[in-house]
Structure formats: structure tokens, C-alpha cells
């Protein structure tokens, strides 16, 4: 911060006028300093996560353009053909690491929500003996996750059956270009900055059209993850930040009204 100009006070010199015989000598006066009062400390850098956490600021919302108007919802044919291409891009995840391995007949037996479907899923995938990663969220009240790591193409084709048999449906259709533009207006115009007040670096957009005709291709978010103060997250801190700086879907979620 740019410390304020400091002023002295002071005679510097004397001053002779001379008019006709006459000869006025002024005399030097000099006038003591006030004292100053003692420079204010800075507070200290928050480094613990409770204090990052204290720390974390928001910023006015802008006035944003309403959403715009979404496309209709996926039909039953959409959302079968969503799950096919998802199920194909699952499938080549296993053959870049096993190139020679054969897909098995297509498992799907219905439709489960995200969290009806673990109960079957960590069965099926403890039944093929493939090894499972329990995952457990900052959030204490959160359900933990069921992964796996297969470290041998049997697994892997097994892992991939398990996760086929009960996905979850897919209803809504993608965002569309008007969507997208209201999204990336929201980022240019409140993520980016409010990550920024609290000292994010965030990397420069690029142009919006550039960035909705590419999505998903174009990468570009603000992020907080290559941030050295997040490196401990901490739940408090993960609130904190998403509190105060929520990404696009966060707050949409939390606005029903605007969509």
C-alpha cells in the first residue's frame, strides 16, 4: 500500500532587504516537528486455513441478462443414446491401457439415482474382486464415494460391466450456445473477479465466442487449486470460498428463480 507523503515544516533560510540606508534583517526562526504518530502494522498474512478462511471476501453481483431459455428435456430415445456414448467413452478409457481387451455384452439393467446405485455397485465390484477406493468428501455429512483401481485388464473389464449395470439417467440437454454465453458472462463478469479480490490469479478468457463454440474443448475456469493457501483444504475453507465466490452451476442451483 502507498504510504501517504509525509510533510515538514520549517524556516529554511534568512531573507536581507535592503532599501535605501535602510538595512532590515529578518531573523531565522525554526519551528519544531509535531510528532508523528507511529506507523500503523499491517495485520499478519493469513496461513492456516482458518485463517484464509476468515479472510475470503465476496464482491457485489452484477447486473446479469436473465438466463436464457433452455432446451426441452432429453426424450426417452436422447437419454438411451446419452447413455450408449457414455458407456463407448468408459470403454475406450479401458482400452488406451488394454488395447487387446474384448467389451462384454451390454450389463444395463435399469436406471438408479447417484445414491441408490452404491449399494449394487460396491457389491458387484466386491463379487468380481476388484479392489474398491472409498472416497469421503471435506462435507462430514456427505455420502463417500465408491471407485476402484484395477491394475489388471480382468479387473478393468469387470470394473467397467459393474459401473454399466445401474447408471444414472440423463434428462437434461446439454446447455445450448445462448446458455453458454450466459455462463460465460457470469464468470467474466463476477467468478473471475471475486476470485481475483481475494487474490486468485486467474488467467485471461478468451473471446466468448471463441469460448462457446469450443465448450467443451476450451478448458478455461477460474480455479483456486494451484493457490498455495488452498493446498490444506479444510471443509471451513472449501465453504468459505464457494460461499462467497460460487461457480456458475453452484449459483443456479441456488437461484431456481432466475432459470
Known sequence: MTRPLR????VTGCLALAAASVSLLTSCATSSTAAEPAASTPPPTPTTPAEVAASIVTIDMPDLAPYPEPDPPLT???SEAKRLEYADAQWQAVLATYPDAVRPADP?????????RQAPLRACLEAAGVPIDVGH??????PPSIGWSASTEAEAVEAFTCSQVHPTKITDSPANDAELGWIYDYM???????????GIDVPPP???????????????????FDDPRFRDM??????AIRTACPDPDTYLQEHPEIR
Not at 467474466?188 to 481475494?198: L, R, W
Open 234 to 239: 479444510t471443509f471451513e475453507l472449501e465453504t
Open 76 to 78: 426417452e430415445a436422447e
Open 108 to 116: 444395463f439393467a435399469g436406471y438408479l439415482t447417484v445414491e441408490q
Open 206 to 224: 478468451p473471446g466468448r465466442d471463441v469460448w462457446v463454440e469450443t465448450y467443451p474443448g476450451y478448458v478455461w475456469f477460474p480455479s483456486y
Open 188 to 198: 467474466v463478469e463476477f467468478f473471475a473477479p471475486c476470485y481475483e479480490a481475494n
Open 137 to 142: 468428501g471435506l462435507d462430514p455429512d456427505a
Open 7 to 10: 510533510r515538514r515544516l520549517g
